[in-house]
């Protein structure tokens, strides 16, 4: 089977073997040496596995009918058997789409030619080792069945017997047909665990089989008499299911991604500052505890499932680290994170959402219990999944093909999905409507539906190389992240940032839309966040004035920022609070000198030494206007500030030291992007697939003269190899050598290796001496040496 099977790869031509390779990329990894090789690794187990897992609902019907309609006798069958049986019953698929589905299963080598030009068809013998026996849901033939001997021989005699077997079935009580109705259905086995009457009847009538303790079976015969009326294969699907309801306008399902994108990335860098403000430990088995993440969520004011899916997110991003303080490792924003939260919003939503879609990483498994009974908590390698990133990637693609805008539930998306490869759907649909979710969260679908930039996005995995470009140098492929299409998409539909705020009475600092980042740092600076959304609030408080003065504003300073990005008027009361904070800023000063304090203002140096609440820091005076204290100047400086002073550090020239809030920062992680699926034969252009071929076939030509040569020395040496001695062997391998020097001719010479096996290579001579023969090989444009004392034949190449 396995030789016919190369003869038939071999008689392809070089497009139908190329189109092959592209619809079996796993086929060429790594390239076979030769067909043979290609036609053995076409039919394991893997590779057929891989293959029918692509393949849709009715391509795997009409599989099944073509297992149904082989002969007994040699295991063929043809395109008219197939027909025949698929369109039998009344409303049956279209003889075109069935023709349609064959050419399918032969495109993929699955299906093939029992002889050349003839019309009998053949499958790969694995077909049968990987698909279900259970043909259809028709259960197995009685003389398959796993019983025992005498049973199985009552069973066979029943079902040979058609008019026998139909008064049988004639006189099955209601309940029992209705028990055999449903078998003959699918699938066709069933279990029981306290026998009942129908089924008792059943197997006394031997129309149900026990094939195990607890377990009956419906014999395939008795199963397609059942379906005579439906046809043997039962319902078939050659339409993909209906689904949604009808698309909404375009512009609104952007509108809403976007938004929800605004949304994401605002709370993702919640998240992360409140990281950095109080860093979270490692768990010891890796991870994230429950209590942290429950912080961080209510700090971020988002529930714990969301928070964890951007936690994920931003480490996949490469914005979260971790770090070794003391004796604890914690989780800390990594070194990108300040050039992330400074770029362009699309530019941020963008780096998050391509790591979502390559990230192996289930985020809505965490909160759940292992097989050990433990529980998976975020960040934790518990909760690497190789197959979700290709979920994700299904899922993005199901809603690209259908009409822009419409938004499909749940349900629907999944039936849809399972007709297009129910075996890679099999046990995976939580998984798929889990990456629905996250989609949602993330932005990259608006009510349910794809959008713009979305589409944008799954196009991320099809850049490199292609038909029109093979060397993969296309402009979106090298573009800077701020121009990919992407970005671009997303950043149309986002509200331009602004420049300005409105300030109003209560101290409050509204933002009308995203801040441009150098007014997002001054405002980070001067005052305190409190919402965000669409329009950003914040609030100046003493304590965020405070915090610009020691940063190095003045008064003067902080009049004239708001004063420049307030459409408003500046509220009096903010007016009055910067000076209030700017007067009483830096009367007070402490000094390295373990530590000390002085002060140009007598009184108030007074009132710090009568100051119960800094009894602690013993202060002593040493002038009107300087103390002193056996306290470090740090502890000083934060004991005068907890008691509402509001001191600054100088240095030892007495000059006021600047402090900005010191930043940790994990190292740098690289972030992941998205890349395409393996499955989809990836940079399989046209002339690589010809090259492939070419090398392939080659390879063949010089395998299947490698396996003649012997038949060529004996030829030479005009008697049976099996009468020629060694040297007679040695001495006609080096007249052929000497021969082919001469005229520059290929010739097939088989040596002895060193590691003492036999091998074959077809070279060119190009000179014998002092013991060597030197040859070049065509192929790889090298030149080889070989000892003459380890070539045992020689054959030329023709």
């Not at 700090?299 to 303080?325: K, Q």
């Not at 780096?351 to 985020?363: C, G, K, V």
């Not at 299904?394 to 938004?407: N, Q, R």
């Not at 608006?446 to 944008?456: H, K, M, P, S, V």
């Amino acid at each position: 089977m396995s030789t016919e099977f190369a003869d038939h790869l071999r008689a392809l031509s070089d497009d139908a073997l190329g189109a092959l390779l592209r619809l079996r990329p796993d086929l060429i990894t790594p390239v076979p040496t030769d067909l043979t090789v290609l036609a053995a690794r076409a039919q394991t187990r893997v590779s057929v596995a891989r293959t029918l897992d692509s393949l849709d609902r009715f391509t795997l019907e009409i599989l099944d009918a073509v297992r149904l309609t082989r002969s007994p006798s040699d295991g063929s069958t043809t395109a008219a058997a197939v027909i025949a049986m698929a369109c039998a019953p009344t409303g049956g698929p279209e003889p075109a789409r069935v023709t349609e589905a064959l050419d399918r299963l032969r495109e993929r080598a699955l299906l093939y030619p029992a002889r050349p030009g003839d019309e009998a068809l053949r499958l790969v013998a694995t077909v049968d080792e990987v698909c279900s026996p259970y043909l259809a849901g028709l259960g197995r033939p009685a003389a398959e069945l796993d019983t025992a001997a005498e049973l199985q021989g009552a069973v066979i005699a029943l079902v040979n017997d058609p008019a026998r077997l139909r008064r049988t079935l004639l006189a099955a009580p209601p309940a029992a047909r209705a028990v055999l109705d449903r078998l003959a259905e699918g699938p066709p086995v069933g279990t029981t665990v306290n026998r009942t009457e129908p089924v008792t009847w059943l197997l006394e009538h031997h129309l149900l089989v026990e094939t195990a303790e607890g377990a009956v079976e419906l014999p395939r015969e008795l199963g397609l008499l059942l379906r005579r009326d439906a046809g043997p294969l039962g319902p078939l699907h050659p339409l993909p299911p209906a689904i949604g309801t009808g698309p909404r306008a375009v512009t609104t399902v952007d509108r809403a991604g976007a938004g929800q994108a605004m949304t994401a990335v605002r709370h993702t860098e919640d998240l992360l500052e409140a990281l950095n403000e109080e860093p979270p430990t490692v768990l010891r088995g890796g991870g994230m505890g429950v209590l942290p993440l429950r912080r961080l969520a209510k700090a971020a004011g988002i529930a714990e499932p969301l928070a964890g899916l951007l936690l994920e997110t931003a480490a996949a991003a490469g914005l979260i680290g971790e770090v070794e303080l003391g004796s604890e490792t914690v989780f800390l924003p990594a070194a990108g994170y300040d050039d992330w939260r400074v770029a362009p919003l699309a530019q941020r939503w963008a780096r998050l959402a391509e790591a979502w879609l390559a990230m192996p990483r289930q985020p809505a498994l965490a909160g759940q219990r292992d097989l050990k009974d433990k529980p998976l908590t975020v960040l934790s390698p518990q909760l690497e999944r190789a197959g979700t990133p290709a979920a994700r990637r299904a899922v993005l693609s199901a809603l690209g093909e259908l009409v822009p805008g419409t938004g499909p539930d749940a349900d629907e998306l999944l039936e849809w999905l399972r007709w297009q490869a129910p075996r890679r759907m099999r046990g995976r649909e939580e998984l798929h409507r889990e990456a629905l979710s996250e989609a949602a969260d993330l932005g990259v679908t608006g009510l349910g539906a794809l959008t713009a930039y979305g589409r944008e996005l799954v196009e991320l995995t099809n850049l490199g190389p292609s038909d029109d470009d093979p060397l993969g140098l296309r402009p979106e492929a090298v573009l800077p992240p701020e121009q990919t299409p992407l970005v671009v998409a997303l950043a149309e539909l986002l509200p331009p940032p602004v420049d300005h705020v409105l300030i109003q009475a209560d101290l409050t600092v509204v933002v009308p839309g995203p801040p441009e980042p150098a007014l997002a740092a001054e405002l980070d600076l001067v005052a305190e966040h409190e919402s965000g959304g669409g329009a950003s609030v914040y609030r100046v408080t003493a304590a965020s004035l405070r915090r610009a003065l020691d940063a190095g504003y003045a008064g003067p300073d902080l009049h004239a920022l708001f004063a420049r990005r307030s459409k408003t008027s500046v509220p009096q009361a903010l007016t009055y609070l910067v000076d209030d904070v700017s007067r009483t800023h830096g009367g007070l000063r402490t000094g390295p000198a373990n530590g000390y304090l002085r002060s140009d203002d007598e009184g108030l140096v007074s009132a710090v030494l009568a100051d119960r609440r800094l009894a602690g820091l013993q202060l002593r005076r040493l002038a009107p206007t300087v103390l002193v204290t056996t306290f470090s100047a740090a502890r000083l400086l934060t004991a005068l500030r907890d008691a509402g002073y509001a001191p600054v550090p100088e240095d030892a020239t007495g000059a006021a030291v600047l402090t900005k809030p010191r930043m940790r920062r994990a190292a740098a992680r690289a972030a992941l992007q998205a890349q395409p699926d393996a499955l989809d034969a990836p940079g399989l252009t046209e002339p690589r697939l010809l090259g492939i071929v070419e090398e392939i076939r080659r390879g063949d030509a010089r395998a299947r003269a490698a396996r003649r040569a012997p038949d060529a020395v004996r030829a030479a040496a005009g008697q049976p190899m099996s009468s020629l001695t060694a040297v007679q062997a040695h001495s006609h391998a080096l007249a052929v050598l000497q021969q082919a020097v001469r005229d520059r001719a290929k010739v097939w010479v088989g040596y002895v290796d060193a590691h003492g096996a036999n091998a074959s290579r077809l070279v060119r001579p190009v000179s014998i001496g002092a013991g060597y023969l030197r040859a070049e090989d065509d192929r790889t444009q090298t030149l080889h040496t070989f000892a003459l004392h380890r070539i045992t034949a020689a054959a030329p190449a023709d």
